[in-house]
């Protein structure tokens, strides 16, 4: 399969890339049937949810408010159904590192100490052809122990015995996500159909013989509805491998704001393969302004930096989730901290290790059973902080949280949210945002600015503030009105202070970052734009990146 130069179709699946070194030994012929039976008996659905996301958006951005859904009140109610007990290598999370899977991170997550890693096929990676198939050959040679490699300085990069290695849970792409190089009838496949049915196809049955199973992060998920047509995938998946049901093991991020009115729905509809919830914050915090972005001061946030998880909406969110979790036996999960280290700047690395010693001092206080971290130097400094409070035991599922009462109203309780608007934060956020945009298209998605780990949920939460802040008229701090012209002079002066360098795509990525965040309708992520225009390969050879694509609204 690596002889073919232009597209390549077998059985109904079309390749449009150019093929990568390797790339058969993941794109074999019963794998490629395998993901096409998952995509055929789940597209229709696909399409479906998603048109109920924009239904749903519309009906918020009229005026409706989320609440906790009447028709699912009784699972709600019914105290007596639990998740499955925690599987193998899941029973311990208490550290979570997470990164994307090149092979440079993939040794360092698996060398790093922590009970789990996160392998982030999702929002800390760019989506080229390159970086899928170079991904699943990767998570491979890990398992199998091949994945040892030297640098060009001489540097060695070599696994740890197999009993010191963390669990490998992966994170697929969202639903959003189409992967344009790979079409099953003439349509794109998702993306997250691909990176999970690769994966599992071809280390499901490796994982087991090693003790441990096929675990997967769920990113995105709006609705319990959307969780049901995950859990279809698995059970499916698991049939036509011969695999038990309830083999595979899955963690919802609960990171857009609907989620949050249907978590223990969520994990319902997975029970049998449910194996917790986490707070992916960042994400969160997007979907709020995504969501609530017309609707007026109300729902108009401070400075990014200024939304801690101490707000009072913050902290309902994750104190219900927690209850939610533990009353159904599943597992709580903090969010990433995003500071990091900076081993040349002692005064910096000092300050790093202190806000997140304060963060996941909170999340273990308040009844998580672990948490996340993105880089290997504060895996220890998580350790500690969960050791203190669990000791012995692997997770505090027996914390029941019922002090805590569910609160949808509490959940969009934005006008007490504390801090100001400032000029600073804006051209924070335009820096932010196209220097992230830029190493995208290079293909790093996660990448350190200003001693904080961006990924796309970052720069989605810093265009989707300027939207909102030149939409609603946003007044700073010290008087000013936020308008689109005062923007567009602080992104010429920001842009002109960005150092160059050659092969920048600093010009593509400003493209795209005025696309997102001047435009007048608003499109869902910045990756969408950003992939149609820069990764996706034309099947005709020629260059995408010069033709503008369609804006995906919201």
């Known amino acids: 399969m690596n002889s073919f130069t232009d597209n390549f179709t077998i059985n109904g699946i079309t390749l449009t890339a150019q093929p990568i070194c390797r790339q058969s030994e993941v794109l074999t012929p019963d794998a490629l049937a395998f993901v096409a039976k998952l995509h055929r008996a789940t597209a229709g659905r696909r399409q479906e ?74 929002d800390s990676s760019t989506p080229s052809w390159r970086n899928v198939i170079q991904g699943q050959l990767n998570l491979t040679d890990a398992l199998e122990r091949r994945i040892d490699f030297t640098t060009p300085e001489g540097k060695k990069y070599k696994l740890r015995p197999a009993g010191e290695l963390p669990t490998v849970v992966v994170r697929p792409r969202g639903w959003h996500l189409p992967e344009k190089h790979m079409l099953i009838d003439g349509e794109p496949v998702a993306g997250g159909i691909v990176d999970f049915g690769l994966y599992f196809f071809h280390n499901a049955r490796r994982l087991i013989a090693q003790g441990k199973g096929p675990y997967f992060y769920l990113p995105k998920i709006e609705s319990h509805l959307e969780a049901r047509l995950w859990n279809d995938i698995f059970i499916l998946a698991q049939d036509l491998l011969g695999i038990p049901q309830g083999t595979i093991r899955a963690t919802v991020l609960i990171e857009t704001i609907t989620a949050a009115f249907e978590m223990e729905e969520i994990l319902y509809e997975l029970r049998d393969h449910a194996a917790g919830l986490n707070a992916g914050r960042w994400d969160y915090i997007f979907s709020l302004i995504k969501n609530f972005r017309t609707r007026g001061p109300r729902f108009v946030l401070p400075d990014r930096g200024q939304v801690t998880m101490t707000q009072p909406f913050m902290r309902a969110y994750t104190e219900q989730l927690v209850r939610a979790c533990h009353k159904r036996g599943a597992m709580a999960i903090g969010g990433m901290a995003a500071a990091v280290p900076n081993r040349k700047d002692q005064d910096a690395n000092a300050i790093a290790f202190e806000k997140v010693r304060a963060d996941k001092t ?36 027996e914390r029941l949280r019922e002090d805590v009462t569910p609160d949808d109203r509490a959940l969009l309780d934005i006008s007490t949210t504390t801090g ?51 939409f609603s008229r946003a007044i700073t701090d010290h008087g000013d009105v936020v308008t689109r012209e005062w923007v567009e002079d602080m992104l010429d002066e920001e842009f002109a202070k960005l150092e160059r360098f050659e092969g920048d795509r600093f010009a593509d990525a400003r493209d795209i970052f005025e696309e997102v965040t001047l435009a007048s309708e608003f499109p869902a992520f910045l990756t969408l734009p950003a992939y149609d225009r820069f990764l996706h390969e034309a099947r005709d050879g020629a260059n995408p990146s010069r033709g503008k694509a369609a804006l995906i609204p919201a």
């Not at 311990?92 to 060398?111: F, Q």
């Not at 273990?364 to 059973?369: H, I, T, V």
């Not at 948490?371 to 350790?383: E, F, G, I, K, N």
């Open 362 to 397: 909170r999340e273990a206080g308040d009844g998580f059973d672990g948490s996340w971290v993105a880089h290997p130097d504060l895996v220890p400094v998580c350790r500690e902080v969960f050791d203190g409070v669990l000791g012995d035991r692997p997770n505090q599922l």
């Open 49 to 122: 949810l998603l048109q109920a996301r924009q239904e749903r958006r519309h009906q918020i951005a009229k005026g409706q408010d989320p609440r906790f859904l009447r028709e699912t009140e009784a699972v709600r109610n019914d105290p007596n159904w639990r998740v499955a007990p925690p599987a193998p290598g899941l029973e311990d999370r208490r550290v979570e590192i997470t990164g994307p899977v090149d092979k440079k991170m993939t040794i360092n997550a698996l060398n790093s100490g922590a009970k789990v890693w996160l392998a982030d096929m999702e």
């Open 420 to 470: 100001t608007i400032t000029e600073q934060g804006i051209r924070n956020n335009i820096e932010v945002g196209i220097r992230y945009i830029e190493s995208w298209l290079r293909g790093n998605g996660a990448v350190a600015i200003h001693n904080l780990m961006e990924d796309a949920a970052t720069a989605e939460i810093s265009r989707s503030q300027l939207w909102q802040w030149i």
